[in-house]
């Protein structure tokens, strides 16, 4: 799976997140307004960037900066470290968004993170797994999260919504310090907003075999970049940085789009860090 955000994002985001206009950036790196314009589009340049310079004025680490131009990527993840876990990659018209579902083995109860763009995926893993349903942990508001919650709340009316949007209703809103057990894993939780004004971590514990502590992150952070700064860019990094970066290293990162990493890869080869 290619990175969510290829260097021209990333550059992008780094001009919006320092204030810095194309024309700067572009004598930063040593390249015409024209290039640099194209390599924001296509995450490919047409000549020769420079990286130390772009990189110090945008805010950016410029070694991780230049490996994500080289093809930087996380290690793929096994995750029958974590049995009883699926990722479900959904897409539609060009746009792919993720979802978890956990379980636990003994009781059959079952979690989810996000919905994705379909239920179908979802609801075929809970009848073939002979699970049951119990609650449904939503990210973040944006409709590319949310959008199969109608068909699986419907499916399943007895699954409990958990929420960190403020207008949501008090049953539904995540409070604080709440333990949620789904059998024997636990589920905490830590506000995480800056992309979104709900932005919400997942932390789910307790794994059989002593498995690493999963992070369902949505789109605060993503391997190699972070999530757009819509509610602010300055809290969105710091958050990034006190509530997940702060995690065990071997913590697992679930993200909203783009492959699974993990705390020490991001910390090692994430440059906005």
């Not at 900066?65 to 990659?89: C, Q, T, V, Y």
């Not at 379909?118 to 959008?147: M, Y």
Request: glycine content about 8%.
């Amino acid at each position: 799976m290619n990175l969510e955000d290829h260097l021209g994002d990333i550059i992008r985001k780094a001009c919006a997140l320092s204030n810095v206009s194309p024309a700067t950036a572009a004598r930063a790196a040593e390249i015409s307004e024209t290039e640099l314009s194209t390599l924001e589009e296509t995450g490919k340049g047409t000549g020769k960037v420079n990286f130390a310079s772009l990189g110090k004025i945008l805010g950016l680490n410029p070694q991780k900066f230049e490996a994500i131009a080289h093809g930087w990527l996380p290690a793929n993840k096994d995750l029958s470290r974590w049995r009883e876990m699926r990722a479900f990659a959904t897409s539609d018209a060009g746009l792919t968004v993720n979802a978890y579902l956990i379980w636990d083995e003994a009781t059959r109860e079952a979690a989810l993170f996000d919905t994705g763009l379909e239920a179908k995926p979802v609801l075929g893993c809970l009848e073939e797994n002979q699970i049951q349903l119990r609650h449904i942990f939503i990210t973040h508001s944006h409709w590319d999260h949310v959008e199969a919650l109608p068909k699986i709340r419907e499916a399943c009316p007895k699954a409990r919504l958990h929420s960190g949007s403020k207008s949501a209703p008090v049953d539904q809103r995540n409070k604080q310090n709440e333990i949620v057990h789904v059998g024997g894993l636990r589920v905490t939780h830590r506000e995480t907003p800056g992309h979104a004004e709900d932005g919400v971590t997942y932390i789910v514990g307790n794994w059989q075999e002593d498995a690493p502590h999963v992070a369902i992150v949505g789109d605060t952070i993503f391997a190699g970049s972070m999530g757009r700064g819509n509610q602010s860019w300055e809290l969105a990094r710091q958050k990034i940085r006190e509530q997940i970066l702060s995690l065990p290293p071997d913590t697992l990162l679930c993200p909203g789009h783009g492959p699974l990493t993990t705390v020490a890869e991001e910390k090692a080869h994430n440059p906005f860090f």
